[in-house]
């Protein structure tokens, strides 16, 4: 457990995970998770939204993977939010997961509508033991604010989109103020990112390719990340970052990309809260 974060509700959670999002077909999945499994992953990332919350649960059966030696994580979709319609769609999570419970739960998008209700839904399955901690997801700061004004308890994860192309500094120490670990999803920037020089040359430097730069930087900053590849030598590679350190220069010499580049959508952002504040 060296790389496990603590978070605010007690839990532990792997800093480094593996992110299922476009992994697709059964056969694929089961590999994924196997070469995962094997290489060290703890963690694993899905969401109603992606599809194949059954190819996995059925993979780490077929695999015959204890449920208490991986951490579970999936998300609920826009469509399933409100508070019976989150509920329901979580209990059918769970048996296409072939569990009683997950990890970590999160609000896939925020939206206005339905706001509260689904926090509050998430508040009773984490009571229930469906979900061990509950989080959210593309949240900016403007919605942790404006959830925080009804919430009984805050979500311990913020998963938003985050790479050297779009650092989110601001809300990096907003979460950090806050007790939230923020988690980035495409921590390589869907591969976009991965021919920058300046990531070339710091990688020579160590030794180490512009993946394994990146995904070191993300440690250091002391977010949780969940690269995703289909790919053993890649699923291999991106966990091979435990033996080299950034310097200060270099963590600013990766800062210095950002430019604000999404690969994703934007998070909705006008809300009542705005209105009123
Ligand atoms: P593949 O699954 O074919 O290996 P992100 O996690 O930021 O969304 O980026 C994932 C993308 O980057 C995928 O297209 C994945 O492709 C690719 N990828 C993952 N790891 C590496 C790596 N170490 N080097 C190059 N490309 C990678």
Redesign the pocket.
């Known amino acids: 457990k060296d790389n496990w974060v603590k978070l605010a509700d007690g839990n532990q959670m792997p800093q480094e995970g593996f992110?299922l999002?476009?992994v697709d077909g059964q056969e694929t999945m089961t590999n994924a998770i196997k070469d995962a499994y094997s290489t060290g992953y703890r963690l694993f990332d899905t969401a109603q939204l992606y599809g194949n919350e059954a190819a996995a649960g059925t993979a780490f059966k077929d695999l015959r993977i204890p449920r208490d030696q991986f951490f579970l994580t999936t998300k609920v979709a826009e469509d399933n939010q409100g508070y019976d319609q989150t509920i329901q769609s979580v209990k059918e999570s769970l048996k296409r997961l072939q569990t009683d419970y997950v990890d970590l739960l999160l609000i896939h998008w925020p939206i206005e509508q339905h706001f509260f209700e689904t926090w509050r839904a998430f508040e009773d399955l984490k009571r229930a033991g469906m979900a061990k901690s509950i989080g959210v997801s593309n949240y900016q700061m403007i919605h942790l604010q404006y959830l925080a004004t009804k919430a009984h308890e805050m979500p311990v994860v913020d998963q938003v989109e985050l790479?050297p192309l779009l650092t989110q500094k601001p809300l990096l120490q907003f979460n950090h103020d806050h007790q939230i670990i923020t988690q980035a999803?495409?921590?390589?920037?869907?591969?976009a990112v991965?021919s920058e020089p300046v990531l070339k040359q710091i990688g020579a430097a160590h030794g180490k390719?512009?993946?394994?730069v990146i995904l070191r930087w993300h440690l250091q900053n002391g977010v949780s990340f969940?690269?995703?590849?289909?790919?053993a030598d890649?699923i291999q590679?991106?966990a091979d970052i435990y033996d080299f350190e950034l310097s200060a220069d270099e963590m600013r010499q990766v800062d210095a990309l950002n430019n604000y580049q999404r690969t994703g959508r934007e998070p909705e952002l006008t809300y009542e809260y705005d209105r009123q504040y």
Do not use: C, D, E, T
Request: glycine content about 12%.
């Open positions: 992110g999002y476009k790479h999803w495409s921590p390589l920037g869907r591969g991965l390719s512009p993946a394994q969940i690269p995703k590849s289909v790919h890649r590679q991106n």
